[in-house]
Nanobody
Framework: QIQLVESGGGLVQPGGSLRLSCVAS????????MAWYRQTPGPENERELA?????????IYADAVKGRFTISEDSAKNTVFLQMASLRPEDTAIYYC????????????????WGKGTLVTVSS
């Protein structure tokens, strides 16, 4: 069973930076993309795509994080990172790592693997 384990969350002040990491327990042969989703705490809030990296090079960002967040990958270590800068209170969320096969602008068959999430709180 492949596992994704996130780390790096915590409390940061507005305007600060944080780097999240996600390590896969093994190389995911069926996946060509890894992504970060986020979900604001609350029963009706949906998980939203923040950033995705495809084949280790092509990146897509949500408008809300474009220019502030950077997704990158170290395929040799089965790790994906999310460098977050200029953080805002509205970035407060649980950040989830995801993996799957990306094609034609979306997941081909949905996200195949999810991590359990790491909480990022942006507050003074």
């Amino acid at each position: 069973q492949i596992q994704l384990v996130e780390s790096g969350g915590g409390l940061v002040q507005p305007g600060g930076s944080l780097r999240l990491s996600c390590v896969a327990s093994e190389r995911i042969l069926r996946a060509n993309a890894m992504a970060w989703y986020r979900q604001t705490p609350g029963p009706e809030n949906e998980r939203e795509l923040a950033a995705v990296i495809i084949s280790g090079r092509d990146t897509i960002y949500a408008d809300a994080v474009k220019g502030r967040f950077t997704i990158s990958e170290d395929s040799a270590k089965n790790t994906v990172f999310l460098q977050m800068a200029s953080l805002r209170p509205e970035d407060t969320a649980i950040y989830y790592c995801a993996a799957g096969f990306w094609s034609g602008g979306d997941w081909y068959d949905g996200v195949e693997y999810w991590g359990k999430g790491t909480l990022v709180t942006v507050s003074s």
